[in-house]
């Protein structure tokens, strides 16, 4: 029997875990949350009665943060967090067992552990909010990006593929007049050879623009996928990389413009090969869903930088040595899956690499 005093003291323990847990929640850095998880488990931990010999633990998806145990087994009052109605985890705070049992608890205490996970549940979904606006404005604003780089790459490759022409067939016929001399020959290949490469970026551009027609139907891709890939043989075979791919024997439909399909394999291929270090696998995995389809692309390279994820698939923008690369690339492949509707997204690879995963949905 809890003498008054006795009673006293663990209200006021009570009382005082619940302001600290609220103080940290309202101080909370959103981008430092586990720093607060950790001193809400510290706060449950001295709130209890026998806090000596108190155990808390604290899960969710995200986080796994507990205190020192203080034996093997244990009997435990547990509340569960809950974010948008759902249940994503839960606070277990407990005694070693056989030595106390749950008599051992107050009623009180199952009120507060309820009341920390409801205060924590409504700060998880804060933050989950947050992340989602901020989601959501990057998409806005690369979005805006995209439509008015696409209106004057638009024009500018209009007006660069006329001079092009025209220096590639002066230059072939400039060399048909200097057949007999070796170094201009030399040079008039440079000529061309750069203004091939010209010329391709400008292609780059027209995608990137969407000003190349779009001829949608619906076909197998499985052909596809392995007919553009194995255009990269040799290339796998310079850089000493393997690349498998991984589908099913049927055929997969699906309404697509192949010439586009083709160039968005093709693009992030190239990069995955770029990435990888020697003796390393690329694997392209082809998944047929119920709704939608699904390719997935991932290499064991060096992978993405939290700082160039921002900026990836913006145009222009590569991380490649001049020359390497134009930029255009994966905001081609960008601009290619959102004309179908469909979705492009990274993340690592373990313990290694980045995987980009494309879903079309299925029409």
């Known amino acids: 029997m809890h003498t008054a005093e006795q009673k006293l003291k663990e209200r006021i323990k009570e009382l005082t875990c619940l302001y600290e847990v609220t103080s940290l929640i309202v101080n909370c850095d959103y981008d430092n949350v586990k720093t607060a998880l950790k001193g809400i488990v510290q706060c449950l931990e001295r709130a209890w009665q026998f806090d000596e010999e108190t155990y808390v633990s604290l899960r969710t998806s995200v986080y796994n943060i507990k205190t020192a145990e203080k034996g093997e087994d244990y009997v ?30 107050l009623e009180e205490e199952q009120q507060l552990l309820d009341n920390v ?7 998880l979904e804060r933050k989950e909010i947050r992340e989602n606006e901020a989601r959501i404005r990057r998409q806005v604003e690369q979005s805006d990006r995209l439509r008015i780089l696409g209106e004057i790459t638009a024009g500018i490759a209009h007006e660069l593929n006329t001079p092009l022409a025209n220096i590639l067939g002066f230059t072939e016929l400039l060399k048909d007049r200097v057949q007999q001399d070796a170094q201009a020959l030399r040079d008039l290949d ?19 623009a969407c000003e190349m027609p779009q001829e949608k139907e619906t076909v197998d891709i499985v052909p596809i996928i392995e007919d553009a890939i194995a255009l990269m043989r040799t290339t796998f075979r310079q850089s000493e990389v393997a690349c498998e791919l991984v589908t099913t024997k049927r055929p997969i439909p699906l309404r697509i413009d192949k010439i586009q399909l083709t160039q968005v394999v093709f693009n992030l291929v190239v990069n995955a090969v770029y990435f990888s270090p020697p003796k390393s696998t690329i694997m392209v995995n082809l998944m047929d869903k119920k709704d939608k389809v699904i390719l997935e692309i991932t290499d064991e390279g060096s992978g993405i930088s939290k700082e160039t994820a921002q900026h990836i698939f913006d145009p222009f923008y590569t991380t490649k040595p001049i020359r390497e690369g134009s930029g255009l690339g994966l905001s081609v492949v960008h601009g290619i899956v959102q004309s179908h509707q469909g979705r492009i997204y990274h993340e690592p690879n373990k313990p290694a690499g980045t995987i980009f995963t494309i879903e079309f949905p299925k029409k």
């Not at 547990?78 to 749950?102: C, D, H, M, Q, R």
């Not at 996970?117 to 700060?123: A, I, S, T, V, Y």
């Not at 750069?194 to 391709?200: G, L, P, V």
């Open 76 to 105: 435990f009052l547990e509340s569960p967090i809950t974010i948008f109605n759902k249940p994503k985890g839960s606070i277990k705070v407990g005694y070693p067992a056989p030595k106390y049992t749950l008599a051992d608890f």
């Open 117 to 123: 996970c409801l205060e924590l549940g409504n700060l």
């Open 190 to 208: 440079k000529i061309i050879t750069n203004t091939i490469f010209s010329r391709e970026v400008v292609k780059k551009l027209m995608f990137f």
